[in-house]
């Protein structure tokens, strides 16, 4: 039986769609955040420098050491994941920072958007609504889950096996490391079948199958950096996936569908953008695809003006909706342009995502192209 709880019935009458944004202007201004001087010289870092802010003159052999030293395994015994463990694992948090705060005087910032409520996405989901779904890892401190989207891989048109999230929902930053068991669970609670606290068939939680990450990286900003703050404008991180029990199918093929990811998107042209995950902490429970559609342009949030501003929009969303996509329409059709990197409850619900530029572009293309 379907849930039968008050939020279950919003779930199952709501009336908005995945990924339903305004369609953007055609025309705008250059890519947000600061041109590089030409000229400027770039070097793999050998050891963790204070600034990685700026990587676009990687070459192909810098980003080839960087994913060989970051010596990212992941070795998930198949059937790890049983329903029981999805259902037990908690949210993973997304990182806080408070725009109230004092600390936040000397930060650049736009004044706090109002919140906006999280919706239920209504039951079953349809089609596009299966290429967001839930990441689950297991930390230092236990089994946990944050959000992810399957995102076009454009080397295997229709054929993409690449998944986008945040950073924080695969690594732990400077001085940790590698989150492991990671899977992705496309479309999870499809139906609204399963329902938490209770035992559930594993079809109805995972309707598209358990994908088991095999390669992985995130910005090397993130990896050689801590604390919130100027390293979460790189909190961005891309997976390689394939079928639990190794089926042929590719990811995209089993789900139906993926959005293409925006990079260097004009900040004039985010006028609006709905952000989707599975948000875990009260009052949520990590069982529900919710979404948080701005109706204005995203606020600006910069710990360092030398790299690409954060999108800010008010959303009541919590932990474990952390990775989350945020789609804008493109064309038509939706794009992705962010993740959820930061949050804050109080006084008033808000999300933050980086803004993917032009070092999130290299670190995509190689990956797409050369981590298999």
């Not at 015994?77 to 694992?89: F, I, L, N, T, V």
């Not at 109230?100 to 989901?125: E, I, L, M």
């Not at 599975?278 to 003006?305: I, K, T, W």
């Amino acid at each position: 039986m379907p849930r039968t709880t008050s939020r279950g019935r919003r779930a199952r009458t709501a009336g908005a769609a995945l990924l339903a944004t305004t369609a953007l202007a055609a025309a705008g201004c250059g890519p947000d955040g600061p041109a590089r001087p030409a000229g400027t010289p770039h070097a793999l870092p050998k050891s963790a420098p204070t600034s990685l802010g700026d990587l676009t003159g990687w070459k192909l052999e810098d980003w080839t050491k960087y994913v060989a030293d970051s010596r990212f395994a992941n070795e998930t015994a198949p059937g790890y994941w049983s329903a029981a463990r999805m259902d037990a694992a908690r949210p993973r948090p997304t990182p806080e920072y408070s725009l109230a705060s004092p600390a936040a005087a000397g930060v650049d910032r736009d004044p706090a958007p109002a919140a906006v409520p999280a919706k239920p996405q209504p039951h079953p989901y349809g089609q596009a609504a299966a290429v967001v779904g839930r990441l689950f890892v297991t930390t230092p401190q236990g089994d946990a889950a944050c959000s992810a989207t399957v995102v076009a891989d454009p080397l295997n048109p229709g054929r993409s096996n690449l998944v986008y999230t945040a950073a924080h929902c695969l690594h732990d930053g400077r001085g940790g490391g590698w989150l492991k068991n990671l899977v992705f669970v496309p479309g999870f609670n499809r139906d609204g079948q399963a329902n938490h606290g209770k035992p559930y068939p594993e079809q109805q939680a995972a309707p598209y199958g358990r994908w088991t990450a095999v390669r992985a990286l995130v910005s090397p900003t993130w990896l050689q950096e801590s604390g919130v703050g100027a390293h979460s404008q790189f909190d961005y991180g891309i997976l390689r996936v394939r079928a639990e029990g190794g089926a042929g199918t590719s990811l995209e093929e089993a789900v139906g569908g993926s959005v293409p990811v925006w990079f260097n998107a004009p900040r004039d042209q985010v006028t609006s953008v709905a952000a989707y995950g599975y948000p875990a902490e009260r009052p949520f429970d990590g069982m529900e695809l919710d979404h948080c559609d701005s109706p204005v342009p995203p606020a600006r949030l910069s710990f360092d003006r030398t790299r690409p501003t954060m999108y800010v929009i008010g959303c009541t969303m919590t932990g474990g909706a952390g990775g989350g996509g945020w789609f804008v329409t493109k064309d038509g059709k939706p794009n992705l342009v962010s993740v959820v990197a930061l949050g804050d409850r109080n006084p008033a619900g808000y999300r933050a995502g980086p803004s993917l530029q032009e070092q999130a572009k290299q670190a995509f293309d190689y990956f797409a192209k050369n981590v298999r």
